[in-house]
């Protein structure tokens, strides 16, 4: 890409073809919601994100719709009991494996 074209969507002079945002986004390692709606929320990819505070603050976007706060309250109860589930199991295995 010439450094012009890359200076005129910095500018706002041009926009970019779908394509070439979603390329841009691959290039410099981010999202295409990043490159967009310059969300200074955004976390890189492969830095994680708590899911707790997702499920409890939102969004939560599934499918390209975004999921209602009682429907992420509801999620959140199956993930903490999913958690409380393996964190027993995790028990019983420990206590075993020390006998």
Excluded at 13 to 35: F, G, H, M, N, Q
Excluded at 61 to 87: F, M, P, Q, T, W
């Amino acid at each position: 890409m010439h450094r012009s074209t890359y200076n005129s969507y910095e500018l706002g002079y041009r926009l970019p073809e779908p394509p070439k945002i979603k390329e841009l986004a691959r290039v410099l390692e981010t999202s295409t919601d990043y490159l967009l709606f310059a969300n200074d929320d955004y976390d890189a990819p492969g830095e994680a994100s708590d899911l707790k505070d997702i499920l409890e603050n939102g969004p939560l976007v599934y499918g390209g719709e975004i999921i209602a706060e009682e429907h992420r309250n509801y999620l959140a109860s199956i993930v903490d009991s999913i958690v409380e589930k393996l964190d027993t199991l995790d028990i019983i295995i420990k206590n075993k494996s020390s006998k």
